[in-house]
């Protein structure tokens, strides 16, 4: 089974704090994905990464960047956390660069920022 | 921009009660439909997907038939479960980098 493992379930943080999230997925998969899940606004897209050192910005990258220095790993870095940054953070990846594959996710880190 | 809709909750059933949620999507190009469910704490996981205009996706007793013409996706189950309980996401995926989600929709079902 594909696994996509995210570092920490639940943090708290401080206004102003650097937070980074850490994403990792075993299947050798191309593509990855940071969402934020908010209530009532479904999952929004951060930034999409399609290969090792690539990335692209989503929907809201404002206040967000990413790392992606090996192929299994992708990182979402919060330079300078803020309270409207609370939220449900979902890592994904997926194998295909076309639009008939599946996205596998992570089970959230959930971030409280104080 | 592409964009998904799907059908407000919560929605409350009893067991064994039939269920329909909505979905209707922004027909730009040809995308491939999916439903994923998420569990309480838990992440999204696929529910079930159709890539063609008429293919019906299954799982679990869900099913859900890609209409063109109408540009819908409605998740439907015959007889849900208390197990059925969690929160329903419909997502088209257009291309490599853009797959939407619907704002999802929670079911609760009562024994």
């Known amino acids: 089974d594909v696994k996509v493992t995210q570092s920490s379930r639940y943090l708290v943080k401080r206004t102003g704090e650097k937070v980074f999230l850490e994403c990792v997925q075993d299947?050798?998969?191309?593509?990855m994905f940071w969402y934020r899940q908010d209530p009532g606004l479904g999952l929004r897209l951060i930034y999409f990464?399609?290969?090792?050192?690539?990335?692209e910005k989503g929907d809201i990258p404002e206040g967000y960047s990413v790392s992606r220095e090996k192929k299994e790993r992708f990182s979402l870095i919060l330079e300078s956390a803020s309270t409207n940054q609370t939220s449900m953070y979902l890592c994904?990846?997926?194998?295909?660069?076309?639009?008939?594959?599946?996205?596998?996710f992570g089970e959230g880190s959930r971030l409280t920022v104080l | 921009g592409n964009s998904v809709t799907q059908m407000e909750g919560p929605v409350t059933l009893s067991e064994e009660a039939f269920l329909t949620i909505n979905c209707t999507y922004t027909?730009?190009?040809?995308?491939?439909l999916f439903w994923y469910v998420q569990y309480p704490g838990e992440g999204l996981q696929l529910l079930l997907k159709?890539?063609?205009?008429?293919d019906k996706g299954s799982n679990k007793g869900f099913e859900a038939t890609y209409r063109k013409e109408t540009t819908s996706f409605h998740l439907e189950k015959g007889s849900v479960q208390v197990s059925d309980s969690a929160v329903y996401f419909c997502?088209?995926?257009?291309?490599?980098?853009?797959?939407?989600f619907g704002a999802g929709t929670r079911l609760t079902v009562k024994p």
């Open positions: 159709a890539t063609k205009a008429d």
């Open positions: 994904a990846s997926s194998i295909t660069r076309q639009n008939t594959g599946e996205l596998f």
């Open positions: 997502a088209p995926r257009y291309n490599n980098n853009d797959m939407r």
């Open positions: 990464s399609y290969d090792v050192k690539m990335k």
């Open positions: 299947m050798d998969h191309e593509n």
């Open positions: 027909a730009t190009g040809y995308p491939s």
